[in-house]
């Protein structure tokens, strides 16, 4: 059986994501990295931050990619062999990490350079906006000659744009009137996936290129490149995918798409939040999506591994 994961981006950390994990030993030497890159242990401090806090990109980057890495540790002994991986946003770094491309700390420090160099690339009035209910075709007219462009295609007509925020307020109106059943603000802080942070691109690449890969996923394993959800065969050239979607759109509708052509049975998002599970229970409604923050204690989530593991 293939068991599709699916590693989360910015939106919903919380003060209680590490609940499952923060004990694990397993996951000890990911805290320790961590806590020297934030320069504060995050297990503690995400039940103290306030909100906005949570939500700063470089802080929230590192804490979702963290939770990936984390859960992935902690259940390594249940996954099974036959596995694909898909990461929305800069989940998709996480996504190469918990795939064995990078190792677990080099991965955190990967996430810091992304960070860092998105940070440099914003120009101080950036950000991302969310609409369901329009076709591409409207949504696209609504970007035109805007400073906005789509950032994430989300299957069930529902996307994120990437943007000024004098630009994507006006555009949240337009598109209500049009119709769209919600346009509300997300709580990103960069324009992500658009041709203003083309310099960061540019910036993590040079990091990428430095830095020690592993050449093909693990025996088994298939990670999908969010910029068209085609596989990764090769880290070496596929870092130039990967450092692109930084400034060009995600095709999340064509990476759970891929997911179920490479005979996925079941969806398991590492959280933070359950985001990604949603969309792809409304896209696959026959496949089974469950997030690990849909679970109280590390058993349940293994108890539920088993029973979509056994049942194929």
């Not at 996504?95 to 350079?113: E, H, K, N, Q, Y």
């Not at 950032?151 to 337009?174: F, H, K, T, W």
């Not at 891929?258 to 359950?274: D, N, Q």
Request: net charge negative.
């Amino acid at each position: 059986m293939t068991l599709a994961i699916l590693c989360s981006g910015q939106g919903g950390q919380h003060a209680s994501m590490f609940e499952l994990t923060g004990d694990a030993p397993e996951a000890a030497s990911l805290f320790v990295h961590a806590t020297a890159l934030l320069g504060k242990d995050p297990r503690s401090w995400v039940r103290s931050a306030e909100h906005a806090a949570l939500f700063e990109n470089r802080t929230a980057q590192m804490l979702c990619v963290l939770q990936a890495l984390c859960a992935a540790s902690v259940f390594a002994d249940v996954l099974p062999q036959r596995r694909c991986l898909a990461g929305y946003s800069v989940g998709e770094v996480a996504a190469w990490g918990v795939g064995g491309l990078i190792d677990g700390s080099r991965t955190l420090d990967l996430v810091a350079a992304r960070a860092e160099a998105m940070d440099a690339a914003n120009q101080g009035d950036e950000g991302m906006l969310f609409i369901r209910g329009l076709d591409l075709a409207a949504i696209d007219s609504l970007c035109a000659n805007r400073e906005a462009a789509i950032a994430i295609v989300n299957p069930g007509y529902a996307y994120v744009l990437g943007g000024r925020r004098p630009a994507l307020a006006a555009i949240a109106a337009e598109a209500l009137r049009l119709g769209a059943t919600r346009a509300v603000a997300i709580s990103v802080e960069v324009a992500s996936h658009t041709y203003l942070m083309k310099a960061a691109s540019a910036a993590f690449l040079h990091e990428m290129v430095n830095m020690r890969l592993e050449s093909a996923p693990r025996t088994g394993v298939r990670i999908f490149s969010g910029v068209d959800g085609a596989s990764v065969l090769d880290a070496r050239n596929d870092a130039v995918k990967l450092a692109a979607q930084i400034s060009h759109p995600i095709r999340w509708d064509s990476c759970l798409e891929s997911c179920v052509e490479a005979g996925a049975v079941a969806f398991l998002e590492l959280g933070p939040g359950r985001a990604l599970v949603e969309m792809a229970a409304l896209a696959y409604p026959g496949i089974p999506a469950r997030s690990v923050d849909d679970f109280r204690s590390i058993e349940g989530v293994r108890t539920w591994l088993s029973r979509v593991i056994n049942r194929t």
